[in-house]
């Protein structure tokens, strides 16, 4: 059964050339509709399944898309806007069964940032990003999001949930004109919890109080597996239904609420006010403006302001969304694409600017509330989608009424499990130098969110190049030096290279001949085998020889077509040694 | 004489640590004054070789220091001015004995790019030039330079010659009011050739003619070594003087000539003009400026217009200057120290600054006919800093009858030799990919000369980067899947790698065990940790086991602190082999 290891029998030698050939091949071509996977396979088991998590998910995303616009400093129906037209691209181009693409927490944070609160900058800017998400998806792309390390996606995660929960704290306390930099939000909203109102701060601690508890209700349910009487499961039944759609209740009471004080004549709420009825109209964005004091602001001149949010949010979107399709992915055991995702998101965002949406993405919470609720294909995305456009048909002058304190309560308990106090020990275990990433990523981002995760990918970067640059040199004496190279040779290692074979064989008296092991070289480059040929001039200069060891045949080839003077190779080190030091006395 | 393998005495293990404590070390501390190290050797004959080559280089570098300045957007002076600090700064803290330091075309052409003509601006900009790479010394960032591939060296470099060259073509034809800018120059040259001033194209075509013929010559005389007659080498050492002093022979005698016709009262060639006499004072420089129209410029403000250039000058008069000493050291069998070189330079500029003097590097013409010369210690630096010192005291008259057609015929033999042809057939045989830097460096630079290192740098990261994300990955079968690493495993590799991994032992039917062969893999990072984590989770799932084998020390030690769920180690193939095997039978 065990083959001799020395033929191993190469079946799959992955190289680019093999894959760009691959990514043209009639699979790829169908991997780009994955819907065709499992469409033919539908049943009404899934329907039924599908049927639920859509609506499930339906009930979460109305006032989490209110919120969310609430965020991104947009009326609130521009979070509807944005919540409906992923559910049906995804359906037919995603490759996770699990995610819904929609606005979230993180990239309204981020779009606040860029579109100062105009509805005509956020819908560009979705047209925008989703033109560069799709290039970035037809250029294969994809595989730039594996320089985000793990550190810094955590950091960032932590770091933008604390901004994004405390910057809901000014609407509990029903506080206005609260500075969006998270240090002066901070002080203002200390500074000014005296002008607290009440109503909004009663209203906001209840619905905070009932989500938590309803979350616990929840996270409990799962341990009490012994008892099958059909009472019990009703009453868990019911928990479950409940703390599922406990978002929506939340926000439909505190409406309620909101709606008779205020017919009885008084105002202890601050409310959402003034939306848009209806659904959006179906037009291309528009690419320039008038603004209030009648001067025009050209389509450059918006591209110009929007300015790094060009890179910051298709970047930031694709990442989230892949991020939690790899995670459920792994959970469920299905694999994502990141490429086909990439297509997804930037499609969903070129239609989506068609319907005034602002930059979506995928979220979390949802994505979790639909794989918990038992989804079975992207279907259910569509059952979504229809829940958010009957909502926009038919509900939109109720939104009126919905208290801030109440969608600010549904934000904080949505972004607070994001905040992972564990990752900070995993990380001391493992790698302690990993915390600098992190640690850069989480406190830069305080400072300007989006530079944090550009702060940790170069902070990461850097460190990854320190480690090529620096490979690992191992000395040993056997009467010539052999020198062993711990990882790969690349340019910029082979200075230090150099200078470490010099100060140890040359600049010493007699000089030394040195056998370099290179098993651990795969490839090889022009700047390398440069400084190799002057390395082997001056050690021939010294009348010493400078012996290669277990050179793999493509960086042999390499390094003879180069004509090196005086290059010698032996396959082992006792051969190495032997034509090392047989130079050293007969040469 | 030869141990045993397996127990290798380790002599040295370079880790970082160790590094930073040899920086402290007295060696390293005497290291700062390489004075030190041959000052108290020096003798008669060093004296006598130093001399001629301090001369012979002066000879050299005030001509070109004269022109330099006019790439510069200068007055000629300033060329000067920049011409003798580093003469006596590198004396004391210099490394290389050829290199000098002084006014170069490279640098000449870069700062005209951020000076704008203006000498507050220079001599500030050499100030704060000065402060950066003397920080950057201090802070050992001298490894940040070997991150410039050698593709990348070579592309700027000849798209640099290229541009400084053809830059003084215009001189060449006396023509004025030529744009700066490469493609717009080439075409206005080239557009206005009728209106070429006739002294100024015969002056420049005499003057260049007699340089080739002198460099041809010179270039000659190494081949006829069999003729020891007296006259043969009165004539050769007559012919290698003339040849070496060429440049100041034909300024000189270009001067002469117009100075003649000046006096006669025709105005046949275009004149370097007004200089101001005698040695620049010693004061601080200026840190604001009064514009001509009134309107006064702060430091800041100074500072916000050099803007990329306080990166791109330092970052690339280090860069010239070490891999000029490289050069040198290599072809001289000596050492050379990064970080010392980088401190000369900017105590250099610093000090210049304080002189007038616009930023300074090394210089590969005059480093060549230093190291020609026979120089034998920086000390042949003091004289040419003399001599510098003494044109400026005595000969700034006479300079306002320069032709400028000379100068540019100066330059352009200075920067003809830099554009090398060989470098493209020697990297197309090495490494065909390596020519994709190259060719971004040098076709960028005609855009934007200092965009064009910054985009190879990107390139050649980015091709690094993917070599690091996309390690090889070898799969064989031997009933059970063997997979090998060809490299490390960082962070951007490992999502690529479970990939392939699931899609050969999870995604298919039945599920294979797999044994991974990790013995290339030096170090590992959280992000690895956590996604083999996922894996081994997802093996479990689908009851087959993942073997490490392989794995070095201190990278087990990291794995088994993380407790990953069913993490198995062998040392061997065979008995990981085995291990794997057994699972899927037993477990």
């Not at 090889?524 to 009348?543: G, M, S």
Request: charged residues 10%; contains cysteine; hydrophobic residues 50%.
């Amino acid at each position: 059964m065990m083959e001799p290891l020395s033929s191993d029998p190469v079946v799959d030698q992955l190289s680019l050339k093999e894959r760009l050939v691959a990514s043209c091949s009639v699979d790829s071509l169908l991997g780009c509709f994955p819907i065709l996977t499992w469409l033919p396979r539908y049943n009404l088991e899934w329907l039924k399944m599908d049927l639920l998590a859509g609506l499930t998910v339906g009930l979460t995303v109305v006032p989490q898309g209110l919120a969310y616009a609430e965020v991104a400093g947009l009326p609130v129906q521009y979070g509807l806007y944005s919540a409906f037209m992923g559910c049906f691209v995804y359906c037919v181009f995603g490759t996770s069964k699990d995610v819904t693409l929609g606005p979230t927490a993180i990239m309204s944070l981020l779009c606040s940032f860029y579109i100062g609160g105009d509805p005509v900058y956020a819908v560009l800017l979705t047209l925008l990003c989703g033109i560069i998400q799709t290039g970035m998806a037809l250029l294969r792309l994809g595989f730039l999001l594996d320089f985000i390390s793990y550190p810094v996606i955590k950091g960032f995660t932590c770091a933008a949930a604390v901004t994004i929960g405390f910057g809901q704290v000014k609407n509990i306390l029903g506080l206005k004109g609260i500075p969006q930099q998270f240090i002066p939000q901070v002080y203002y909203t200390f500074h000014r919890i005296p002008e607290a109102r009440v109503g909004d701060v009663i209203l906001g601690l209840l619905c905070l109080l009932f989500l938590v508890m309803m979350t616990m209700m929840k996270n409990t349910l799962g341990s009490l597996e012994e008892n099958p009487s059909l009472l019990v499961r009703v009453a868990r039944g019911l928990v479950w239904s409940f703390a599922t759609i406990r978002n929506a209740l939340v926000v439909i009471a505190a409406t309620c609420v909101a709606y008779s004080t205020e017919l009885a004549g008084s105002h202890f709420f601050t409310l959402t006010g003034k939306t848009t009825k209806g659904l959006p109209h179906f037009s291309p964005p528009a690419f320039s403006e008038t603004t209030a004091n009648g001067t025009s602001v050209s389509f450059s001149d918006i591209v110009l302001d929007l300015g790094g949010g060009l890179a910051v949010i298709p970047l930031m979107g694709v990442l989230e969304s892949i991020a939690i399709a790899k995670a459920f992915g792994s959970q469920n055991n299905y694999r994502i694409n990141a490429n086909q995702e990439l297509f997804a998101i930037g499609l969903t965002n070129i239609l989506g600017s068609f319907v005034s949406a602002y930059p979506v993405t995928g979220s979390f919470g949802r994505t979790a509330v639909n794989s918990q609720t038992g989804v079975c294909t992207p279907a259910g995305g569509i059952v979504t989608g229809v829940v958010v456009v009957l909502s926009l048909a038919f509900l939109m002058p109720l939104f009126y009424y919905i208290p801030k304190a109440s969608l600010a309560a549904v934000i904080i308990c949505a972004v607070a499990p994001m905040v992972d106090y564990r990752v900070l020990p995993q990380i001391w275990r493992v790698r302690r130098l990993d915390l600098l990433p992190f640690l850069v990523t989480f406190l830069v981002s305080f400072w300007e969110v989006q530079y944090g995760i550009v702060g940790g990918v170069a902070v990461s970067g850097l460190m990854l190049l320190y480690l090529v640059a620096r490979p690992e040199l191992k000395i040993s004496d056997h009467g010539v030096i052999v020198m062993e190279l711990g990882s790969g040779l690349h340019f910029p290692a082979i200075e230090h290279l150099c200078g470490v074979l010099r100060s140890h064989a040359l600049h010493v008296s007699p000089a030394r001949c040195v056998v370099l092991d290179c098993h651990h070289v795969s490839s090889i480059d022009y700047t390398v085998v440069n400084e190799l040929k002057d390395l082997l001039k001056q050690f021939k200069l010294h009348n010493v020889s400078l012996v290669f060891m277990g050179l793999k045949p493509s960086v042999l080839e390499v390094l003879l077509a180069a004509e090196l003077p005086g290059f010698k190779h032996r396959d082992s080190i006792e051969a190495g040694l032997q034509a090392a030091s047989s130079n050293s006395h007969y040469d």
